[in-house]
């Protein structure tokens, strides 16, 4: 039962006694130890450096409702999204759908295979809908303006699903090198099931 919970917990608590707690927020008090969690159980990176320049209120906001936003390429509704969320000045992380990995586990976390699609914190929405956009990031208490600090950087986008290592074995294994063919990149099949 106990490990259930930490399934669902973001963060990783080290109280001062040495007493492990896991929870979806972090600690008020600085004398502890937090380490954001992901998903999978395992410690995330290290968000706090970025979150340490946004002011007090936009902090606070965005580490109780973190804002995610999934796109896709060559999608104007993707790029109508970011952009409001930039001049609204939302501190958020893109993650990018680019195969059908990713549009699995976009389903797993918004229940919707439509892009571009946006979490704060634990509610989500897809399909570009401004005004649905804009009272879901009002409802978390996200400022009208942006209040971001003029030295503030975007984290880049990532990929939502980390790609697989490659296996370089089984070429070895393979023909000699002159009678091999040109080794051609792998490009990914688009990810078929989008919905804009």
């Given at each position: 039962?106990?490990?259930?919970?930490?399934?669902?917990?973001?963060?990783?608590?080290?109280?001062?006694?040495?007493?492990?707690?896991?929870?979806?927020?972090?600690?008020?008090?600085a004398d502890n130890k937090v380490t954001p969690m992901r998903s999978t159980g395992?410690?995330?990176?290290?968000?706090?450096?970025?979150l340490a320049s946004l002011p007090l209120e936009l902090?606070?906001?965005a580490q109780r409702f973190p804002v995610v936003l999934y796109t896709t390429a060559d999608c104007p509704p993707c790029e109508a999204a970011?952009?409001?969320?930039?001049?609204?000045?939302?501190?958020?992380?893109e993650r990018i759908v680019t195969s059908n990995d990713d549009l699995q586990a976009l389903e797993?976390?918004?229940?919707?295979?439509?892009?571009?699609?946006m979490t704060v914190g634990s509610h989500a929405t897809s399909g570009w809908a401004e005004g649905q956009w804009t009272q879901l990031l009002?409802?978390?208490?996200?400022p009208a303006q942006s209040r971001l600090p003029a030295a503030y950087k975007a984290p880049a986008p990532a990929p939502l699903v980390p790609p697989k290592p490659v296996d370089a074995a089984p070429a070895a294994r393979g023909r000699a090198p002159s009678d091999a063919p040109p080794a051609q990149p792998?490009?990914?099949?688009p990810p078929s099931g989008i919905r804009f």
């Open positions: 039962m106990a490990a259930s919970g930490a399934a669902y917990a973001q963060y990783k608590v080290v109280g001062p006694d040495g007493k492990i707690t896991y929870t979806d927020r972090p600690p008020v008090a395992a410690p995330a990176a290290d968000s706090s450096a970025a902090r606070q906001v970011r952009r409001v969320l930039r001049q609204r000045g939302i501190p958020f992380s797993q976390r918004t229940s919707d295979r439509a892009l571009p699609a009002d409802l978390a208490g996200y792998d490009e990914p099949p």
